[in-house]
């Protein structure tokens, strides 16, 4: 089984919706990321955790929220969808910071498409 | 200008040429240096990690820091078509991940 799985793969939605993404990870790892991935701009933080209690904004967290459930399960929501949204989105994990540790382990990605 | 500057290409060379993929950064902060590949319609995976100037050689790649110069290189010797790939550039130890924009590569038979 993959270390970190994403849900759902591929979502088709209209503007205005709220959506949910899904991030789990058997890595045993704290820290777990989101990011979108646009063609020419490459990998943008959108929020980070380093723990369950811990949340932090990245680069481009407006119109994002996220929600750690557990060590292993960290979702990102759209609370109000809009066309310039889509994109592909990752979740990733790592390990403690100061190494090879900190290895980025990433999930297969959703593609998300706003209409 | 951002931390670090990757030409996203796309780079297209044929089967069993020598490719040489590049980054720049300016944090001298970062200590350490990895290579992540990501193939189409899948996540990035770490390819290659290296502590210090100098160089690493794994197979047939080598990953090469310049620190002084803060130059990062990925050479690939006798390219193949399974390379065709993007690869990021990604200096760590700096608080937040850190990642290049990718360069896109193209090796064709």
């Known amino acids: 089984d993959a270390d970190v799985t994403q849900t759902p793969r591929n979502r088709i939605t209209k503007t205005g919706k709220r959506i949910m993404l899904e991030c789990s990870q058997t890595?045993?790892?704290?820290?777990m990321y989101w990011y979108r991935q646009d063609p020419g701009l490459g990998l943008r933080l959108i929020y980070y955790?380093?723990?369950?209690?811990?949340?932090n904004k990245g680069e481009i967290s407006d119109g994002y929220s996220v929600s750690r459930q557990a060590q292993a399960k960290f979702s990102l929501s759209l609370e109000s969808a809009i066309p310039n949204q889509t994109a592909l989105y990752f979740c990733?994990?790592?390990?403690?910071?100061?190494?090879?540790?900190?290895?980025?382990?990433f999930g297969p990605g959703t593609r998300l498409t706003v209409l | 200008q951002k931390e670090v500057e990757q030409d996203p290409g796309p780079l297209s060379v044929p089967e069993g040429a020598i490719v040489s993929l590049n980054c720049t950064y300016s944090?001298?902060?970062?200590?350490?240096f990895m290579w992540y590949r990501q193939y189409s319609r899948k996540g990035p995976e770490l390819l290659m990690y290296?502590?210090?100037?100098g160089n690493k050689e794994d197979g047939r790649f080598t990953a090469q820091v310049d620190k002084s110069s803060k130059y990062i290189s990925l050479f690939i010797r006798d390219s193949q078509p399974s390379d065709s790939a993007t690869y990021l550039c990604?200096?760590?130890?700096?608080?937040?991940?850190?990642f290049g924009r990718g360069t896109s590569l193209i090796v064709h038979p």
């Open positions: 990604a200096p760590g130890g700096s608080y937040i991940p850190t």
């Open positions: 890595k045993g790892h704290d820290r």
């Open positions: 944090n001298s902060a970062f200590q350490y």
């Open positions: 290296t502590y210090s100037s």
């Open positions: 955790s380093f723990d369950v209690k811990d949340i």
């Open positions: 990733a994990t790592s390990g403690y910071s100061g190494g090879q540790e900190d290895t980025q382990y």
